[in-house]
């Protein structure tokens, strides 16, 4: 079976840099900078919020959500549905299903971790304002600690807020799944010749049930999408109990370009087994690497939290979810404070 790539015409650049420019002193600056962070002056306790629950993937890829001898829902999300239409309040089932490998999640994850502790889901605490410069989100969430080995072992958490503003028309219809390939590291149809990061459809020249492989448009067009906005944005947070957050910020098109923050700011708390973590960056950060917002429009956001230690696929994710600024018909509403 063949998958066509997106037809979407807007995504960002070249694929050979996976770490966007900076000098090593510029990063240490960054760093630095962000104890400086301005999210404190938004008063939190003035902003309504709303617990979502963030759940296992497993091995689910986009390529898994299109094909229906996988996935029973393939043939109604290729007619339009969106994932959160069919699937919004069983995020917990799907997730205890995945992380043990039981039931419908049985083929999904080949590591079950629910033996461990490993949760299937997390519930996040969201809470977004702007100050008419600034978007900030505030994540709250009890750290979940189990058995298992440190995959990542210089961060204890890391949380990912990524964001279009309706470009990309994966991230419209499933969220992060956009992204996410049958053939990425970690995932079912991982090549042992190389490591696919995130990529978008549009970056390819072709697909199939195993994802786009190494099939690059050429940079040529890759520089065109890019310039016409088909990317999804990131900003991340990561997290120790000893020291204060590395804040990063990227983009993702034929695969996902990270650098140390230089619009998105972090900060973060550590007690009693919660964290609490404000991201932040300018409304219009005027590099070409963020999508710059506004009221009187709606943008598409998700979120991931890796906890204990874990990387790559073995996250708790969120369906896709909409935000607006100060008003309108979206799942979050960032207004002025």
């Given at each position: 079976?063949?998958?066509?790539?997106?037809?979407?015409?807007?995504?960002?650049?070249?694929?050979?840099?996976?770490?966007?420019?900076?000098?090593?002193?510029?990063?240490?600056?960054?760093?630095?900078?962000?104890?400086?962070?301005?999210?404190?002056?938004?008063?939190?306790?003035?902003?309504d919020?709303?617990?979502?629950?963030?759940?296992?993937?497993?091995?689910?890829?986009?390529?898994?959500?299109?094909?229906?001898?996988?996935?029973?829902?393939?043939?109604?999300?290729?007619?339009?549905?969106n994932?959160?239409?069919?699937?919004?309040?069983?995020?917990?089932?799907?997730?205890?299903?995945?992380?043990?490998?039981?039931?419908?999640?049985?083929?999904?994850?080949?590591?079950?971790?629910?033996?461990?502790?490993?949760?299937?889901?997390?519930?996040?605490?969201?809470?977004?304002a702007?100050?008419?410069?600034?978007?900030?989100?505030?994540?709250?969430?009890?750290?979940?600690?189990?058995?298992?080995?440190?995959?990542?072992?210089?961060?204890?958490?890391?949380?990912?807020?990524?964001?279009?503003?309706?470009?990309?028309?994966?991230?419209?219809?499933?969220?992060?799944w956009?992204?996410?390939?049958?053939?990425?590291?970690?995932?079912?149809?991982?090549?042992?010749?190389?490591?696919?990061?995130?990529?978008?459809?549009?970056?390819?020249?072709?697909?199939?049930?195993?994802?786009?492989?190494?099939?690059?448009?050429?940079?040529?067009?890759?520089q065109?999408?890019?310039?016409?906005?088909?990317?999804?944005?990131?900003?991340?947070?990561?997290?120790?109990?000893?020291?204060?957050?590395?804040?990063?910020?990227?983009?993702?098109?034929?695969?996902?370009?990270?650098?140390?923050?230089?619009?998105?700011?972090?900060?973060?708390?550590?007690?009693?087994?919660?964290?609490?973590?404000?991201?932040?960056?300018?409304?219009?950060?005027?590099?070409?690497?963020?999508?710059?917002?506004?009221?009187?429009?709606?943008?598409?956001?998700?979120?991931?939290?890796?906890?204990?230690?874990?990387?790559h696929r073995?996250?708790?994710?969120?369906?896709?979810?909409?935000?607006?600024?100060?008003?309108?018909?979206?799942?979050?509403?960032?207004?002025?404070?």
């Amino acid at each position: 079976m063949t998958i066509n790539p997106s037809n979407d015409s807007n995504h960002p650049q070249g694929h050979h840099a996976r770490f966007l420019p900076g000098t090593i002193g510029a990063l240490v600056a960054a760093g630095l900078a962000l104890a400086a962070a301005p999210a404190m002056a938004v008063n939190w306790g003035a902003v309504d919020s709303e617990t979502i629950v963030l759940f296992s993937p497993g091995q689910a890829s986009f390529e898994w959500v299109m094909t229906q001898t996988d996935h029973s829902g393939a043939q109604r999300f290729r007619e339009g549905r969106n994932c959160m239409y069919c699937h919004d309040g069983e995020q917990r089932d799907i997730g205890d299903l995945i992380v043990a490998a039981e039931g419908r999640g049985a083929h999904l994850e080949p590591k079950p971790m629910a033996a461990a502790g490993k949760p299937g889901t997390i519930d996040l605490d969201v809470q977004t304002a702007h100050d008419g410069d600034r978007l900030f989100f505030r994540l709250q969430w009890h750290e979940a600690v189990y058995d298992g080995e440190k995959m990542d072992p210089d961060y204890a958490a890391r949380v990912t807020v990524m964001l279009d503003d309706g470009t990309v028309r994966e991230a419209t219809r499933a969220g992060c799944w956009g992204a996410c390939h049958d053939d990425a590291m970690g995932m079912a149809s991982d090549p042992s010749d190389a490591d696919l990061t995130k990529y978008l459809f549009a970056s390819r020249t072709g697909a199939t049930r195993s994802g786009g492989g190494e099939n690059y448009k050429p940079d040529a067009e890759i520089q065109d999408l890019f310039g016409k906005g088909m990317f999804l944005e990131y900003w991340q947070a990561r997290l120790r109990h000893d020291n204060g957050p590395r804040a990063v910020e990227g983009y993702i098109l034929e695969e996902r370009h990270e650098r140390e923050a230089q619009n998105v700011s972090a900060e973060a708390e550590y007690a009693d087994g919660t964290w609490t973590v404000v991201l932040s960056r300018p409304l219009k950060a005027g590099d070409g690497q963020h999508k710059d917002l506004e009221p009187g429009k709606n943008y598409n956001i998700g979120f991931a939290v890796h906890n204990n230690y874990t990387d790559h696929r073995f996250h708790h994710v969120s369906l896709e979810y909409t935000l607006a600024l100060d008003g309108g018909e979206a799942s979050f509403i960032a207004r002025q404070q």
